[in-house]
């Protein structure tokens, strides 16, 4: 059975940092891209940052470039999504996914989710 769990989530205030982790069970880790999205209330889930498999090569929504920061560590099989300088708009429940390759909407395999709430 396919599992991701992500923890990490909390409650900050604006410009405060956060570290979510994803870690994966039940698949070849290293075969997979992972991707971190994120879905506030009244709107639509949207991809924040992925990576992919075998090249390692990552993806960020412009609104998060320099900000987050997508990483992986294999001998955990996990995946580290480091996120500073929060603003109000990064409230959300953030999921973790997997698939062959990073899509902005369909990937094979999700987490339940873990919500940050940044505080003004």
């Known amino acids: 059975e396919v599992q991701l769990v992500e923890s990490g989530g909390a409650s900050v205030q604006s410009g405060g940092s956060l570290r979510l982790s994803c870690t994966v069970s039940?698949?070849?880790?290293?075969?997979?891209?992972i991707g971190w999205f994120r879905q506030a209330p009244g709107k639509e889930r949207e991809q924040v940052a992925c990576?992919?498999?075998?090249?390692?090569?990552?993806y960020y929504k412009d609104s998060v470039k320099g900000r987050f920061t997508i990483s992986t560590d294999s001998a955990k099989n996990t995946v580290l999504l480091q996120m500073n300088s929060l603003k109000f708009e990064d409230t959300a429940v953030y999921y973790c996914?997997?698939?062959?390759?990073?899509?902005?909407?369909?990937?094979?395999?999700w987490g339940k989710g873990t919500p940050v709430t940044v505080s003004l």
């Open positions: 039940g698949l070849t880790f290293d075969d997979y891209s």
């Open positions: 990576i992919s498999s075998g090249t390692g090569t990552t």
């Open positions: 996914a997997a698939d062959l390759l990073c899509s902005l909407t369909r990937m094979d395999y």
